[in-house]
C-alpha cells in the first residue's frame, strides 16, 4: 500500500524527485488520449503521404508535428492489395522514448484487413488513417486513404476530465429536488436505472404504464445538466427503454437566479416518433404520445336517397396506424352540393363515414383527418 502525492519542492533535509512517469500520469487524470488538432494525412499522387502539422496526447505525453512530415508507402503486390496504417507511436522503452509517426504495414492478401494496433506498457499507438495500397498501382491518391481520426477507439479527439469521464458511479446521481447549486461547474452527466429514475418520472408527472405502455422498469434515463456556479444551468433528460433503446421522452429545464436556487418546471421536447404512408393515407406519431392521420382522396358514389336529399353507402376508413383510443375525426368532401358526416362511432382502426348530396347521382371525393393518442 503506497499514498503518492505530488509535486513539491526540494529542501535540504527532504529531496524530492520526479520522473517523466510521474507527470505524464498526472495528466492522464483529465487529458485523454486523441488528437488536439489537425494531423490529417495528405496523397501526392506518389507513394508518399503527408502527416499535416497538428498535435495530440498519447497516454499522459504530449506530441507536435509543426510542419508536414513525408512517409513513404512501400510498393504495392502485383496481384493482391493490403491495408497499412499511418500511426502516432508511443514508445517509453529507455532507448526510444519518443512519439513519431510511422507507416505501420499490413498483409499482402486476398480480402486484406489493417494491421492491429500496439498497445503494451511501453508501447502505444492511435491510428490516423488507413491507406489501401491497390495491387499494381504505383501511386496513393486520395480514394485510398481513410481517416480514422474521428474513431475514438482508434484515435479521436482528446477527452477533457478522462477519468471523471470514464467513471459510471452512483455517487455522481442527483435527485430530481437537488438544487442546481448541488452541480458541478461545467458538463455534468449521468445515467439512471430502474431504482433511481422512478423519482425523476414522478417530478416531470409521467406515468410509465399509462403515457408510455411500458412498465416503469424496463426504462433508463440519460441526464445531462450544464451548470454555473452562480447557480444558473439547464438541464435535459432523455428516458429510453432499456431493451431496444426507442426513446419515450425528453424534458428540458432550467435556472437562471441565484438567489432563489431552484430549478423551473419541466418542460416536455416533442419530436416525431415515427412517420409514414400506405394505401390506407398518412401518418405522424409523436413523442408526447399524439397521432395525425391523414386519408388518401377517396371516391366515393352517390347511390341511395332519402327524400330530397341523397347519400352513399356507408363507407369506412382505415387509419394508416392505430390509435390507443378512439380519436377526434374530421371529414370534408369537394362540391358545393354535398357535406361528409360520420355515420357511427368512430374506432381505433377506423372511422365510419357517408356523403350526402342535394342532387342526384355522381360521386365526390372525401378528405379524412384525425387525431388523438398512439400510447
Known amino acids: 500500500m503506497a499514498e503518492l502525492y505530488r509535486f513539491f519542492n526540494s529542501t535540504p533535509d527532504d529531496k524530492r524527485t520526479y520522473q517523466a512517469t510521474d507527470f ?60 497499412d496504417r499511418v500511426v502516432l507511436r508511443l514508445d517509453s522503452n529507455t532507448d526510444k522514448r519518443y512519439i513519431k509517426a510511422f507507416i505501420k504495414k499490413g498483409r499482402t492478401i486476398a480480402s486484406p484487413s489493417p494491421p492491429d494496433l500496439e498497445r503494451t506498457d511501453y508501447i502505444y499507438e492511435l491510428s490516423l488513417a488507413q491507406i489501401r495500397v491497390e495491387a499494381g498501382k504505383s501511386y496513393i491518391d486520395s480514394s ?47 445515467y439512471m436505472g430502474s431504482v433511481n429514475l422512478p423519482a425523476w418520472l414522478d417530478s416531470m408527472g409521467i406515468d410509465a404504464e399509462n403515457d408510455y405502455g411500458v412498465n416503469e422498469s424496463r426504462l433508463r434515463a440519460y441526464a445531462h445538466t450544464i451548470a454555473n456556479k452562480t447557480n444558473t444551468g439547464v438541464q435535459e433528460v432523455t428516458i429510453f427503454h432499456a431493451n431496444d433503446y426507442r426513446i419515450f421522452g425528453v424534458f428540458k429545464r432550467a435556472c437562471n437566479s441565484i438567489d432563489v436556487n431552484q430549478w423551473g418546471k419541466w418542460h416536455e421536447v416533442v419530436f416525431v416518433s415515427e412517420e409514414g404512408e400506405n394505401a390506407d393515407g ?94
Not at 495530440?56 to 506530441?63: F, S
Not at 510542419?67 to 508507402?73: A, E, G, M, S, Y
Not at 471523471?164 to 438544487?179: E, F, G, S
Open 144 to 190: 485510398q486513404i481513410t481517416d480514422e481520426r474521428g474513431d475514438h477507439e482508434l484515435m479521436g479527439r482528446v477527452q477533457v476530465a478522462r477519468k471523471i469521464a470514464d467513471q459510471i458511479n452512483t455517487v455522481d446521481i442527483k435527485q430530481p429536488d437537488d438544487p442546481p447549486s448541488v452541480y458541478q461547474e461545467g458538463i455534468f452527466q449521468f
Open 24 to 83: 505524464a500520469q498526472f495528466f492522464t487524470n483529465f487529458l485523454g488520449n486523441g488528437f488536439f488538432d489537425g494531423l490529417g494525412v495528405t496523397a501526392s499522387d506518389s507513394m508518399v503521404v503527408g502527416v499535416r502539422s497538428g498535435s495530440a496526447m498519447i497516454e499522459g505525453h504530449q506530441y507536435t508535428n509543426t510542419d508536414t512530415k513525408d512517409l513513404t508507402v512501400d510498393g504495392a503486390d502485383s496481384t493482391n492489395d493490403r491495408i
Open 282 to 375: 398518412k401518418f405522424i406519431k409523436r413523442s408526447d404520445g399524439v397521432l395525425e392521420c391523414w386519408s388518401n382522396d377517396i371516391e366515393v358514389d352517390i347511390t341511395s336517397t332519402s327524400g330530397a336529399i341523397y347519400r352513399s353507402d356507408a363507407e369506412s376508413w382505415k387509419y394508416p396506424a392505430l390509435y390507443r383510443e378512439p380519436p377526434v375525426v374530421v371529414i370534408s368532401s369537394t362540391g358545393s352540393t354535398s357535406w361528409a358526416g360520420t355515420s357511427g362511432v368512430a374506432g381505433t382502426s377506423s372511422a365510419p363515414f357517408r356523403v350526402f348530396k342535394t342532387t342526384s347521382g355522381g360521386s365526390s371525393t372525401v378528405s379524412i383527418y384525425a387525431v388523438g393518442r398512439w400510447r
